[in-house]
């Protein structure tokens, strides 16, 4: 039986399999990379990897407003009573902010859910708000489960931030003193 709630996420946190395997529609961020722009899954790890190696640009752009409507108007065409789309953190990106306006104009009831992660921490929460969705829950139940579900501390290293600052991600003056403190941590060994 198909849910009677349409479940969104961007694809920064969940794969095409994991997708499929969810009954996750997914909306892409655009990955630009120098000059050219892809959406999500035309640019893999490893065309973003070489980019990065080559000194190209790289960064990422929200989907527009118009991107989201589309997904949950066909929502509402397939006979979804309401959407539930959880999205990667507020405070990185704008996706989440796209996400609440194309709500605003939807014809159905749309919960966004910030999940204030990145990445798999997302995933989880998209994986868990599936889970409550298949078990019977309504969207409001859903959207609950998904927000105490991104209630986690997700860490991650980077060996250098020069990536983060080229993807504006960091400032120059943080990676700077990021760059300065690795060094005299390498230097003390």
Excluded: C
Aim: glycine content about 8%; proline content about 4%.
């Amino acid at each position: 039986m198909a849910r009677r709630v349409a479940l969104v996420a961007d694809s920064t946190s969940v794969d095409p399999a994991m997708a499929d395997a969810l009954d996750v529609v997914v909306v892409p961020l655009q990955v630009v990379i120098g000059a050219r722009s892809d959406e999500g899954s035309d640019a893999s790890p490893e065309t973003v990897a070489a980019a990065l190696k080559e000194w190209s640009p790289v960064s990422t752009s929200r989907p527009a407003p118009e991107a989201f409507l589309r997904v949950y108007e066909a929502a509402a065409a397939n006979g979804a009573e309401a959407v539930l789309s959880v999205h990667l953190s507020g405070e990185v990106s704008g996706t989440y902010e796209s996400a609440e306006l194309a709500a605003k104009d939807a014809s159905l009831p749309v919960h966004v859910v910030d999940s204030r992660q990145i990445g798999m921490g997302t995933g989880f929460a998209v994986r868990a708000a599936a889970g409550a969705l298949d078990a019977g829950a309504g969207v409001d139940d859903a959207a609950e489960v998904a927000r105490r579900r991104a209630e986690t501390t997700a860490l991650f290293y980077v060996d250098t931030l020069e990536y983060l600052r080229r993807g504006g991600r960091v400032g120059a003056a943080a990676a700077l003193v990021g760059s300065a403190l690795a060094v005299a941590a390498t230097e003390g060994r």
